[in-house]
């Protein structure tokens, strides 16, 4: 097969859906709990999906339930099992895996600009290769939203916590695995094509409680 070229990344758009969500869950918790310690998970699974219903221009209750339903049976789930389970049923080449797994191993702890360029090189080099856009589009999503996330928590961390800018430890590695494990929730219900409810809501309840669980913990 020849290499594709000139590819781009096609899910930066669903990344700035997912930042638009983390914004929309803080500045609602910030109006009824002033990011008290009390704030529950079901609490930010409520707003997500509220966000999802807005997005989606969605008037109905019972829409906005099933959201709820769907992203809530996302986290029952042993996600690491249910993640590799689906990329070996997915027929992901093994080749691709190896990309995704690179990234996975990247310190969490690492400074923003060093963190985009790494998962930059990996990104280019993933659109470089010979596999076709099907055998890497769930890798792709997985930097889309890793990237978006590390951008979003850089500029507006401080903003949401009212504490000094961090510079290392955002919660980019929850927002990618919650995309990337709603992807194949999506996937077994529309057959490939990538719902905003499951990886946008995922990875913005994944994104939001981890951040509220690591400042509680003081990290």
Sequence with gaps: MEPHKRRNNPYTQIAALHNRGIDYVFRKLKDKHNYSEEISFETILEIAS??????????????????YSVIAEMFNMDRGRYIDSMLELKKVPKGVIRYLEEIRGLNEDFQSDELIRNISNIEAQLLNSEYSNEDIKYVLLYIAIAKGSIKDWTQNYNLRFNVPEKQSGWPWKEDAESALQGAFVESTITGGVFSIVSVVGGSVVGSTWAAIKKKKNGQ
Excluded at 50 to 67: F, G, L, R, T
């Design 50 to 67: 509220e966000y999802i219903a807005k997005v989606q221009n969605e008037k109905s209750e019972e829409k906005k339930a099933i959201s």
